[in-house]
């Protein structure tokens, strides 16, 4: 067929109505012709007219082969069905729209959580703007196979130029920084990277120019930044932020570059507003504060980056670590303090977490494929329901396929033809899904946004890959709940089926089929509640749980000085300040600080010995605090004292306060530790400081999810930190005031310092990322369960209203023969209860043979898998909904009127 | 009688109609059916089933042009025309034909052997 051929073939598929009644003219006048030639002969018009008709043949097969010629016929038919499809659903709008729901519900939950994971997991980082993605350099050791550590700037230096393996080495880290806006100032993690960092990733700056090589230097004193996209479109997308000066801890920097829209730098799920070079490094540590670690320093002790690289084309990650060998063997020749045991790694990096050492995304995937898990049995449960009222409402449409059979047509056509049906409710159901889907991710992440202490910034647009999914999942859904049904009508008993009215005996056989499908549906349901209410009872157990420690008329509020850009001195003098401030302020029955605050996402560590003893370091957390810490937030002191108002000053005071959970791993049970010496040791075992015990506390949890740790305190004037949280003890009553007495008080003692939080301990432990993660994860399941619920429930009554319709011929006769409304009722009833208690008890079986698996697989530690409460509330519920679901149609059985229902058809 | 249809069948019908058009010019659905059976000696007995498809077919490929026009007898009807495309197939058929025969006919021709 020639291409002009195809061209007017395809358009014909469009046209054809067009072309046919054209074509109906045109044959009428052939016709016409004809027999004007015959009567010409002289034969009569009527005998010329039958004639011609027999002449010419059937008028019919010459349309039907015109028409095959004009089109595609196999693509006509299809049409066809589609028109159909279409004229049948637009008939019944009650049962479309339903399905629609139910169908786009579930089609919706599982591409809503696949946005998400494609999102973080599976998007190509930053648009796909590298082919390869970079991979990591991690410092091993090859003496302990676990221990990493991050990278010194001068290693950084030396691996970049002296290794043939990477194409880019870039190296990276980060600084807790204060950006100044309008007499504001917020809290922002800054990013250090090397010169090469933009490069690297192919991204170019949309104004200005990425770092210079000299700017690197740690010892340049460069006071230059990048800027993120989303950072120049809050300043309006002004065309001279480029040159304009930003304040960075207090300190006037200049930005010399916009980053590109689509760049989130290295990590898919976090989002960077300012980077900086290696040399503004010391600009942004406060000055003379003893011990305060800058990640990127000519001193190779300080070791603080994290390195990452494209390979070399056609390198494989093996093949790159093997060449690194020699170089990490002339590193410890060279450098043996350091480098003595250094082992050069090289791993794909996790998207989901970034350190020292080399992680796999495993966890989070089979954390994603559970959840992805549930949502597909959410949408085979919707499908279940689906199937069960094509069925019933199908029994409607057996005399039109019976016929259709009967004139011809194929199985196949009629099969065909029921699947269009579906599929078109599923392309609007999937078209629907996406729409449902975009919006909830999108509500899911902003919620996770302000809750989150760290910038997020997740894309859930959907792409290909959400649309595949989209459209796979509304093929399989099809297929499940049209093809079942769609084969049983097509099924050719035909005498059967055209007969007007079904026999008596027909009801109970022909219900096995709706029937497991309901039980199966009720199992599936059973399952879901189940293991909603399991994580529903860890949620409630960790929003419920005890810290250790009162949370009422506790208010914390964080103040970190250096964000402003103040020394250690300043600095130290300014907490002082608020401190003394905030003990006078009426209303306060007692107050002071810590680094660490519960419930925070944030923990320090410290490894440590106890005096004489050669066991191993025992590790645990570490908080510098003030004086009357305990007193304020509510703990007793068990043994020994507090530390002294002195204390909080000294620089001199080596002393320490251990909780009872400490005492035990570092001086063994029952022995008192007032007055033990405690050695603070580096990760070598070398020891940093020793200092004496001077009191003991009961250990508390810091984490909502979590056990107790512990822990160990030391004074504030010993440890200098610069950001502290000041606790203060009010009267409960008074805690909304009192918040505003706070701020107020810091203000007055230097308007300078920003507040980064100010809120109560309660709210503090309600907010903490831990306990949100738990709540939206109980959530979400929750949320599965009901849907599974209403789901189920829906399906129940369908079945139940369809097999009462069906024996109504029955259920009059029985009345008409004697049988009380009552006896009616409970007959029915007690056939839906065996499909009910079948469901029941095979879904409560799935679930704990599911949560035994993943219990056994180390995923759900926490949580419960045979609590009895759990699975009675979920048999409850299902018991509940599936006798209500039952007993209304049953009810409307009640009222059937023999005389109508006996009536022939 | 008409004979089953068949591709050779319908190819050859397809030449005639082209011949048709060029020796009779623009005529319409039933002048060009009554005007083979009458070339072919009314051997061939055309209907609407065979000629219409064919007429769809070189109308498709560009071989002739239809449009409507009114007969002698004052009746509208669809005529056909001969379109460039359409002569220039004519002419090359006719050469295949005629070269298509002529070895056949060798094959057919008896006591020769060369």
Known sequence: MSPRAWWLRTIGLFTGRRHGARFDAELESHLQLHIEEQVARGIAPEEARRQALIALGGVQAAREAYRDRGGFPSIDSLLQDIRFAARMLRKSPGFTLTAVLILGLGIGANTAVFSIINAVMLRPLNGGSLERPLVGLYSGDHTRPDRYRAFSYPEYVDIRERSNVFTHLIAESSMRTGITEAGQTRRIDAQLVSSNFFAAQNAPMVAGRAFLPREEDPLADAAVAVVSYAFWRRHGLASTLVGQPIVLNGRQFTVVGIAPEWFQGTMPVMSADVWVPFGAARLLAPADQRGFFVPASMDRSAQGLLLAGSLQPGLSVTDAEARLQPLARAFATAYPEFNATQQLVVRERSRTARGTRPRTDTESLAGAGLVMAIASLVLFVACLNLANMLLARSGARRQEIAVRLALGCSRARIVRQLLVEGLMLSAVAGAAALLFSWLGARQFVETMRGLSEIAIAVDVSPDVRVVVVVVAAAVVSTLIFSLGPAWRLSRPQLTAAMKPSSSLADGARRAWLPGTMVAAQIAVSVTLLVWAGAFVRVGARAAAADPGFPLEGRLIAQVDPRLVGYDATRGRAAMRSVLARLRETPGVVDASFASIVPFGAESEGRAM????????????????????????????????????????????????????????????????????????????????????????????????????????????????????????????????????????????????????????????????????????????????????????????????????????????????????????????????????????????????????VLQQSGELDEVNGLDPLVYGAAALALGLTTTLASYLPARRAMRIDPAIALRPE | MGR???????????????????????????????????????????????????????????????????????????????????????????????????????????????
Not at chain 1, 626 to 632: A, E, L, V
Request: glycine share 10%; no cysteine.
């Open chain 1, 609 to 852: 010995r106890a005096d004489g003893s050669k066991a191993a370091p025992v590790f645990s957390r570490n908080v510098v605090i003030g004086s009357r810490y305990f007193s304020t937030v509510g703990l007793p002191i068990i043994a020994g004292r507090d530390f002294s108002a002195s204390e909080e000053v000294r620089t001199d005071a080596a002393v320490a306060i251990v909780d009872d959970r400490l005492a035990n791993r570092l001086f063994g049970p029952n022995t008192n530790p007032v007055g033990r010496i405690v050695h603070l040791v580096d990760p070598e075992g070398g020891v940093d400081d020793s200092v004496q015990v001077v009191g003991v506390v009961p250990s508390v949890r810091d984490d909502a999810t979590e056990g107790p740790v512990a822990h160990l305190y030391v004074p504030f004037g010993r440890t200098f930190r610069m950001d502290m949280t000041f606790h203060v003890r009010v009267d409960p009553a008074s805690e909304a005031r009192m918040l505003d007495e706070m701020r107020q008080a810091i203000r007055a003692v230097d308007d300078r310092l920003p507040i980064q939080m100010l809120r109560t301990m309660t709210a503090h432990r309600d907010n903490s990322s831990a306990l949100v993660w738990t709540i939206a994860g109980t959530a979400t399941f929750a949320a599965f369960g009901v849907i599974g619920l209403a789901l189920s429930t829906a399906g129940v009554y369908g079945l139940r209203a369809y097999l009462v319709a069906r024996r109504t011929r029955e259920i009059g006769l029985r009345v008409a023969l004697g049988a009380s409304r009552q006896q009616i009722v409970r007959l029915l009833l007690r056939d839906g209860a065996w499909i009910a208690v079948a469901g029941i008890v095979a879904g409560a079986g799935m679930a704990a043979a599911l949560i035994r």
């Open chain 2, 4 to 114: 089953k249809t068949s591709d050779v069948w319908q190819g050859t019908l397809a030449l005639m109609v082209l011949k048709t058009l060029d020796t009779m010019g623009p005529l319409h659905g039933f002048g060009i059916a009554r005007r083979i059976e009458q070339t072919s000696g009314d051997r061939l007995s055309v209907n609407y089933g065979t000629i219409y498809p064919a007429l769809l077919k070189l109308e498709q490929e560009g071989f002739i042009a239809g449009d409507w026009g009114v007969s002698e007898t004052n009746r509208k009807a669809r005529y056909y025309k001969l379109t460039r495309t359409g002569r220039k197939r004519l002419e090359n058929a006719a050469a295949e034909w005629a070269e298509a025969t002529d070895i056949v006919g060798r094959f057919f021709a008896t006591g020769d052997r060369s």
